[in-house]
């Protein structure tokens, strides 16, 4: 089906709209400080250099291997987690499920905010807080809701006669997962791990609260590179385009496997 001259004008407009802020960043992490205005903003730098940016990488290096360490096993167990119980709840019916389901939804509607409190004392009392473990489990335990729903709506699309087709020939519950349904379940697993990803890495709230300062993530750290008196806002945007630069790759390179995902289990 052919787009219209309209349609394609208007998604080019939007998307010069929404680039704006990263041509900003850009010019400006390119610029010396003496460049730095409001007026001058969406001028190109009269004098090219990276410095701006390797001061800000020097930065934010360790705290960027911080962001890494905690966002892939993040987003690889509630992944797992997410599609175990999307499973079960799709194929093997039971008693209450219908009142689980809805249960485990509802974590995504509570606010982080209200949690704090009970957050940090529960981290205290099992010797996790400080540390990137504690921040993992967090991640882990929030992303359930939203990769359970992913996985349930999915595995719901699949014929159940090919689960009923496994059991006559002998497979068990967990055989019918690991042989039948884990391997066309790329599509799920490739939605929830960039949402997962991308999730975990913008994390501000509990980095800063659940962590102490070695194991701050990159956002905690790009926040402090605004304090001061003066603020050096070439440096501040070159870490700031430095911070976005996995989410948008991994955007970039699989970003129509997000959009086939989605439309998998719709």
């Known amino acids: 089906m052919a787009t219209s001259p309209s349609a ?3 998604m080019i407009l939007l998307a010069i709209f929404y680039l704006m802020p990263m ?13 730095v205005s409001i007026k001058t903003m969406w001028n190109l730098p009269k004098h090219l250099s990276v410095a701006n940016f390797i001061q800000a990488f020097e930065h934010l290096k360790p705290y960027l291997w911080n962001s890494i360490r905690m966002v892939i096993p993040a987003a690889v167990i509630s992944s797992i987690l997410g599609s175990l119980n999307g499973y079960v709840l799709a194929k093997w019916k039971f008693k209450g499920a219908d009142i689980i389901f809805p249960l ?8 982080y905010q209200s949690i704090l409190i009970p957050l940090v004392d529960f981290m205290h009392k099992i010797d996790l807080y400080g540390g990137l473990p ?8 929030y992303g359930i809701p939203i990769t359970t729903l992913t996985f349930r709506n999915y595995y ?5 006669e090919l689960v009923e087709a496994s059991k006559i020939d002998g497979a068990g519950m967990l055989g019918i997962y690991w042989s039948i349904l884990l391997p066309i379940s790329l599509p799920s697993f490739v939605v929830v791990l960039i949402w997962q990803f991308t999730q975990a890495w913008n994390d501000f709230l509990f980095s800063v609260v659940l962590t102490s300062s070695k194991n701050w993530t990159v956002t905690v750290a790009l926040n402090n590179l605004a304090g001061g008196q003066i ?12 911070a976005a630069l996995p989410t948008l790759l991994v955007y970039v390179l699989l970003g129509r496997y997000f959009i086939r995902g989605m439309m998998a289990g719709s």
């Open 156 to 160: 719901a699309s699949i014929p159940n």
């Open 104 to 111: 485990i939804l509802f974590g995504m509607f509570i606010p």
């Open 134 to 141: 504690g921040l993992i489990l967090t991640h882990i335990i």
């Open 8 to 10: 394609c004008l208007s």
């Open 23 to 35: 041509y900003v960043m850009l010019v400006t992490g390119l610029k010396g400080l003496d460049e």
């Open 231 to 242: 603020i050096a806002w070439n440096v501040q945007m070159a870490a700031s385009l430095l």
